[in-house]
Nanobody, 125 residues
Framework: QLQLVESGGGLVQPGGSLRLSCAAS????????IAWFRQAPGKDRQGVSSIQRDGDTYYVDSVKGRFLISRDNAKNTVYLQMNSLKPEDTAVYYC???????????????????WGQGTQVTVSS
């Protein structure tokens, strides 16, 4: 059974850090590009970052310099290190996998067949 499971969310104060994990079972992440998306209350789900099979990474402007995406193929896990968190980063964070190799088109959500269940990140004092 193909499954992506996110973890690492929680409540953090502004300026704090969290590391999200996306662990895969039933698929080898090395063969997939992985992206993180997030959905804030009352808003559409939006892209955050992506890491391609060749290691290329993409970030939306609002998280550049603060977030870092990485993968550990030995652990079949992708991470999203989030630093200098802001209240506007509050959202449910989802990881998704695709094997087409979208590259710079990584924001196209319909092209991701595999999604996790999400993990809540709340940034508040």
């Amino acid at each position: 059974q193909l499954q992506l499971v996110e973890s690492g969310g929680g409540l953090v104060q502004p300026g704090g850090s969290l590391r999200l994990s996306c662990a895969a079972s039933g698929l080898i992440l090395d063969n997939y590009a992985i992206a993180w998306f997030r959905q804030a209350p009352g808003k559409d789900r939006q892209g955050v970052s992506s890491i391609q099979r060749d290691g290329d990474t993409y970030y939306v402007d609002s998280v550049k310099g603060r977030f870092l995406i990485s993968r550990d193929n030995a652990k079949n896990t992708v991470y999203l290190q989030m630093n200098s968190l802001k209240p506007e980063d509050t959202a449910v964070y989802y990881c998704a996998a695709e094997s087409e190799g979208l590259g710079y088109l990584w924001l196209a959500q319909p092209n991701y067949p595999y999604w996790g269940q999400g993990t809540q990140v709340t940034v508040s004092s």
